[in-house]
């Protein structure tokens, strides 16, 4: 992708992009003077920067304070 089609497919404006490159705070390819970004790497970068929601939280939570049970040998 180019910047233009990074900041649609991330709803960003072009600005944004260049500062987020500027500070290498985004995963990028610089080749010929021109930025290029795979959509594979901007979605695990997405996805590393993603908060999870309070439903899963609760569940995490929930799932860590459930009793284990004893494993019979």
């Known amino acids: 992708m180019n910047v233009e089609e990074l900041s649609n497919y991330i709803r960003l404006s072009r600005s944004c ?39 899963e939280l609760t569940n995490n939570i929930s799932e860590l304070l459930k009793p284990q049970r004893k494993q019979r040998h």
């Open 17 to 55: 992009v260049y500062k987020k490159v500027m500070n290498n705070q985004i995963p990028f390819i610089k080749t010929n003077g021109k930025l290029l970004f795979k959509q594979e790497t901007i979605d695990q970068w997405l996805e590393k920067h993603s908060h999870a929601t309070v439903t």
